[in-house]
């Protein structure tokens, strides 16, 4: 399965400006928590006709959201955590 590259030029797209209206130190832990949300809802919202497809994407959906729902638990900045969820979808 591939994931679109929309989806991540989606979440690109959302940085760039914020980071262009002044935010030298870039995005903030909001921000950050607002792309990974966005790039997950993407994921579940890509269309994907093939069943093998829809079965990978699941099981990366899957690892995306265990990795977030840990990262918070134990306190990680969410701007690692969406650079996680980024590498992880890119690497697939």
Known sequence: MRISPIILAASVAWLLPQLASGQSKGPTEAQCR???????????SAPLEKDNDKQRAKALIDRAEKLIRDNRARGVNECETWAAISKLVTNQ
């Open 34 to 44: 607002e792309m990974t949300n966005a790039m997950v809802n993407s994921m579940k």
